[in-house]
């Protein structure tokens, strides 16, 4: 079992900057491929970024060039850095984790086996 805790949201204005964290117990994330995934309001859950054990990243087309994902596996943690916020980003925010034998599904949210419970970023215009 990976155990997943999101932290860092917040209330912020347009054209500022959070920064997101996803702290992992249970497993090592080495194995595993990592997401941010996000859901608005009214909106279905949608993919945000993803990063392969050997620090391949993916990027949703809305935040290429803005978002930057990392992970830290000695810390077992993922981040998530967002710059220029929009207020279209105002969502919640998961973090998840996807065992990557070779194919890495890493924008197919049923892919991933552990979620964590989100964290609510709000971008105010």
């Known amino acids: 079992q990976v155990q997943l805790v999101e932290s860092g949201g917040g209330l912020v204005q347009a054209g500022d900057s959070l920064r997101l964290s996803c702290a992992a117990s249970?497993?090592?994330?080495?194995?595993?491929?990592m997401g941010w995934f996000r859901q608005g309001p009214g909106k279905e859950r949608e993919f945000v970024a993803g990063?392969?054990?050997?620090?391949?990243?993916y990027y949703a087309d809305s935040v290429k060039g803005r978002f930057t994902i990392s992970r830290d596996n000695a810390k077992n943690s993922v981040y998530l850095q967002m710059n220029s916020l929009k207020p279209e980003d105002t969502a919640i925010y998961y973090c998840?984790?996807?065992?990557?034998?070779?194919?890495?599904?890493?924008?197919?949210?049923?892919?991933?086996?552990?979620w964590g419970q989100g964290t609510q970023v709000t971008v105010s215009s």
């Open positions: 249970g497993r090592t994330l080495s194995s595993y491929g």
């Open positions: 990063i392969r054990s050997g620090r391949l990243t």
């Open positions: 998840a984790a996807q065992y990557v034998n070779s194919n890495y599904a890493y924008a197919q949210a049923t892919k991933y086996g552990y």
